[in-house]
C-alpha cells in the first residue's frame, strides 16, 4: 500500500502500520509517495499509472493532493464512488480485480471525527452557533457536506457556516457544489488572503461556534491561519484537524481554553479514522468500533504530546 502525500515520512503512519497489519491480520507494508503541493499533472500521473498497473501494488491514501491528482488523472480511474464524483477528488485508491476506484472518504472520516469529541445534540442546544472552517480544500469541503446533511442530523445542525480561504477559486468550487446541494445551511465565503482578514471573521462568531483549522498550516508548513492577536469565541470549540507539526492553531486556542471555556481537539482521532477507512477498502475489510478501539490502542503511544 502507498501513501501519496507531501511529508510522507514524518508521519506517525509510517509505524503505526506495521502494528496495524498484526491486529487486521493483512500481510503488507507502506511506502511513501513525496510529491510537491499543486505538482505538475505528470507527477500524479506517474503515479496512479504504476499502482494500477503494478500487480503487488494494492492501492494508496492520497492527502493534499486530493483534488489536484483526480483532475490530473480522472481517466486512468475505472469507477469513483458518489463523494468522489461530488467533490472532484479521491484520497483513496484501491483495485476490484483489474479495475482501479477511486473514493472520497473525507466526509465520513471527518464525520466519525466530529462526533467523537462533540457533544451530543451541540447545534440543537446552541443552535445560533456557527461552524467556521478556515481553508477551502478538500477536507473543509468535506466537512460542510457532513453538517449539511438534514437527513442525517434533522435539527442538529449550524444555524451558518462560514468558510474563509487564501484564494477564491477553491471557495467558488466549494460553493457550487454547495448550491447544488440545496442543504438549507446558509453559508458565507470569505476571501482571505492575509491571516489579519482570518481574525476578522472569527471575531464575528457568536459563542458555542465550531472553529476549524483545516488549512495544513501547522503540519507539513509552520504557522496558523490566525494571529496570535486572535480571540475565539466564548464557550465554543477549536478543532485542528492537524495531529503532528508545530500545531500552532491548537496551541493558540489551548492559551485561550480557561478564559474563553473551549473545548480543543487535535487531529489524532482524524488520523485514526481517515487511515483506518482507506485499509478497509484497500484490503477489502469490514471494520467495526472493536477493531477501530484496537487499532488506536496500538498505536496510542505514538501521538505527539
Known sequence: MYFIGVTTAQSSIMKVFPR????????????????????????????????????????????????????????????????????SEISSISKQGDKLWGHAKDPITSGLSLEAFLPTDWWVKYHQSHALIIGAGGSSLATTIYLM??????????????????????????????????????????FCPTFEENDAVLAQMPEHTLVVNATGLGKDVPGSPLTDAAVFPKNGLAWEFNY??????????????????????????????????????????????????????????????
Do not use: C
Not at 494494492?58 to 469513483?80: N, Q
Not at 482507506?278 to 487499532?295: G, K, M, Q, S
Open 149 to 190: 446533511d438534514a437527513a442525517q442530523h434533522g435539527q442538529n445542525r449550524p444555524s451558518k457556516i462560514v468558510v474563509t480561504n487564501r484564494s477564491k477559486p477553491r471557495l467558488d468550487h466549494m460553493k457550487e457544489i454547495h448550491d447544488g446541494l440545496k442543504s438549507g445551511v446558509p453559508v458565507e465565503y470569505h
Open 244 to 305: 503532528r507539526g508545530d500545531l500552532k492553531f491548537m496551541h493558540q486556542a489551548l492559551a485561550q481554553k480557561t478564559q474563553r471555556n473551549l473545548i480543543v481537539e487535535d487531529g489524532w482521532i482524524y488520523f485514526i479514522h481517515g487511515w483506518s477507512q482507506v485499509i478497509a477498502e484497500v484490503f477489502h475489510l469490514t471494520l467495526t468500533p472493536e477493531i477501530v478501539d484496537a487499532l488506536s490502542d496500538a498505536a496510542s503511544d505514538l501521538r505527539p504530546k
Open 20 to 87: 496495524w497489519t498484526k491486529v487486521l491480520g493483512i500481510d503488507a507494508v507502506i511506502k511513501g509517495i513525496d510529491i510537491g503541493i499543486h505538482a505538475p499533472a505528470e507527477d500524479y500521473r506517474q503515479a496512479v499509472t504504476f499502482i494500477k498497473e503494478d500487480p503487488l501494488s494494492l492501492g494508496a491514501l492520497v492527502t493534499t493532493h486530493k483534488l489536484d491528482l483526480l483532475t490530473a488523472t480522472r481517466d486512468l480511474f475505472d469507477s469513483l464512488d458518489p463523494y468522489a464524483d461530488l467533490l
